[in-house]
C-alpha cells in the first residue's frame, strides 16, 4: 500500500539523511586527522608536523570519499526513486 | 485557543492579562535560581555501586540504566501486544496502536526501498524504536537531575598534575562548600548521550549491511572490495600488434590499478561510514542534554517547556535519520554492481 503523503514523507526523510551523512563525511576525516596528528605529535615530539600531515590528508580524502559515495550510491537511488515516481504517476493502482 | 474571541470580553480580557502576567512572573521568579550549574561531563559518568557486577566492577556507567529502561519499555509493549493476539473478539487497544506504527513504518520503508523493505523491517524498525525511545526517555523527569554525591571522573581536578592537585583540592573545598572533587552523578542520562552506545548502533549498523550483502550476492559481494578486474576486451595480439598493442595493454593495465583503488576507497568508506553515524547521533542526544541543563539552569519555569518540545522532535528525527541511512546501506549493499537488483 503506497499513499502519495508517506511518499512525500519517505523523500523529505531521504533527502534529509543525505544531507546529514554527506555533510559529516566531510568534516570528520579532517577532525580525526588533527586528531591523530595531535596525539602523535605529543608523543614524538614533532608539534605541528605530523597534525599538519594527517590534517591535509583528512581534508583531502574527505570530498574524495563523498564524490565516491555520491556518484556510488546516492546518485543511483535518486535516480530509481524519480524512476519509480514517474511510472507511480503514469499508472495509478 | 481562540485569543481574538477572548480578547472581546471583558472577562476574557482580565483572564489573558493574568495567564500572561503569571506567565512573566514565573520566568522571572525562576531566573538564575540554580545554586549550582551541574557538572557537564563528555563521558558517561560513573555511579558507584555498594555491590560488585561483572565486566563493569564496583561502578556502572549511568547511561546503562537507561538503556535497561528503554527495553524494559519495548519488551512490555512487545509482551502486551503478544498477549492481545492470543485474544479472541475484537482487537485491543494496544494491538491496534502496535499494528498501525508498524504499518506506518513498513509503508516508509516501502516507499524507500520497495519489496527488499520486508526483509531489513525487523532490524530497521527497532533501530528507529530504540532509538527514539531512549531519546525521549531522556528528556523525563529526573533525567540528569536524580543522583547521588560521587567522585566525578570528568571533574578538572583528576587531571592536574600532582604538585598542583592539592592546591587545586583546597581551592575547589573552599568554593563548592564541602564537595571536594565531588559532583553530582545522576542514575540516568540519555542511552544515546553516550559515544558507546551509539558507536555499538553504528557497528551493528554497518556489519548488518555486509551480512545483508552477502545473503543477496554471495561471494561475488566481495568484487565491491577487491576488484582487479578491467572492462575492456584482452587485446588481441592478431590484430594489434606493435606499439598500438602496447598502448592497449598498457590501457587495461591502467584500468586495473584504477577498479584496485576504487575497492580500497570502497573499505575506508565503509570504515568510515561508523563515524558519521555515532558521532551524529551522539552529538545531537549530548548537545540537547546540555542544552536543557543549562536552560533548565537559568529559567526554572516556562522557558524549559519550548525546548524539551524541541528536545522531542530531535528525538525523533534523529531516530527517523539514523533508521533510514540504515535501510539505504541494506538497500545499496543488497544492488549488485551492474544495478541488477537480486
Redesign the interface.
Given at each position: 500500500?503506497?499513499?502519495p503523503n508517506?511518499?512525500k514523507?519517505?523523500d523529505v526523510?531521504?533527502v534529509?539523511?543525505?544531507g546529514?551523512?554527506g555533510g559529516?563525511?566531510i568534516a570528520?576525516?579532517v577532525l580525526?586527522g588533527l586528531g591523530i596528528g595531535f596525539f602523535l605529535d605529543k608523543q614524538f615530539g614533532t608539534v605541528p608536523w605530523i597534525s599538519l600531515v594527517l590534517t591535509l590528508i583528512g581534508a583531502i580524502?574527505g570530498p574524495?570519499?563523498l564524490y565516491?559515495?555520491v556518484t556510488?550510491?546516492v546518485a543511483?537511488?535518486a535516480e530509481s526513486r524519480i524512476k519509480?515516481k514517474k511510472r507511480d504517476e503514469e499508472m495509478p493502482e | 485557543m481562540n485569543i481574538g474571541a477572548a480578547l472581546k470580553t471583558r472577562r476574557g480580557r482580565i483572564i489573558l492579562l493574568v495567564v500572561v502576567l503569571a506567565t512573566v512572573l514565573l520566568c522571572g521568579v525562576g531566573v538564575f535560581g540554580g545554586e549550582e550549574l551541574p557538572v557537564i561531563s563528555l563521558a558517561a559518568e560513573d555511579i558507584p555501586l555498594p555491590f560488585s557486577v561483572p565486566v563493569f566492577g564496583n561502578h556502572i556507567p549511568n547511561t546503562l540504566p537507561s538503556t535497561w529502561l528503554t527495553m524494559i519499555i519495548l519488551i512490555l509493549i512487545a509482551l502486551a501486544y503478544n498477549r492481545s493476539l492470543r485474544k479472541d473478539g475484537p482487537p485491543s487497544r494496544i494491538r491496534i496502536a502496535v499494528e498501525a506504527l508498524a504499518e506506518?513504518m513498513l509503508?516508509?520503508m516501502?516507499?524507500?526501498v520497495?519489496e527488499k523493505a520486508r526483509l531489513f523491517f525487523p532490524l530497521v524498525a527497532t533501530f528507529f524504536l530504540f532509538i527514539a525511545v531512549s531519546n525521549w526517555c531522556g528528556i523525563l523527569p529526573g533525567f540528569g537531575s536524580v543522583g547521588v554525591y560521587a567522585v566525578h571522573h570528568g571533574a578538572p581536578a583528576e587531571h592536574v598534575d600532582d604538585e598542583h592537585a592539592e592546591e587545586v583540592a583546597s581551592t575547589e573545598h573552599e568554593e563548592e562548600g564541602g564537595h571536594e572533587n565531588l559532583a553530582l552523578v545522576p542514575f540516568f542520562r540519555s542511552a544515546n548521550a553516550h559515544l558507546s552506545t551509539t558507536l555499538a548502533l553504528a557497528l551493528i549498523s554497518v556489519a548488518a549491511a555486509q551480512y545483508f550483502g552477502f545473503r543477496a550476492l554471495g561471494i561475488s559481494y566481495l568484487d565491491k572490495y577487491f576488484n582487479f578486474r578491467a572492462s575492456s576486451p584482452k587485446p588481441d595480439p592478431a590484430t594489434q600488434k606493435g606499439l598500438e598493442g602496447i598502448i592497449s595493454k598498457m590501457a587495461r593495465g591502467m584500468e586495473i590499478l584504477i577498479n584496485g583503488i576504487?575497492g580500497l576507497?570502497?573499505i575506508?568508506?565503509e570504515a568510515?561510514k561508523v563515524?558519521?553515524f555515532s558521532?551524529?547521533l551522539f552529538g545531537n542526544i549530548f548537545a540537547g542534554e546540555v542544552l536543557l541543563f543549562v536552560v533548565s539552569y537559568l529559567f526554572a519555569f516556562v522557558f524549559p517547556l519550548i525546548f524539551l518540545g524541541l528536545e522531542l522532535f530531535v528525538g525523533l528525527?534523529q531516530g527517523?535519520?539514523f533508521a533510514?541511512?540504515t535501510l539505504?546501506f541494506f538497500?545499496?549493499a543488497t544492488?549488485s554492481h551492474h544495478?541488477e537488483e537480486h
Open positions: 500500500m503506497k499513499t508517506s511518499s514523507w519517505s526523510a531521504w534529509l539523511t543525505m546529514a551523512q559529516l563525511m570528520l576525516p580525526i580524502l574524495i570519499v565516491r559515495w556510488s550510491s543511483p537511488q519509480n | 506506518v509503508d516508509f516501502e516507499n524507500a520497495g576504487v576507497l570502497e575506508i568508506l568510515l563515524l558519521p558521532f551524529r528525527i527517523l535519520i533510514m541511512l539505504v538497500s545499496i544492488t544495478g
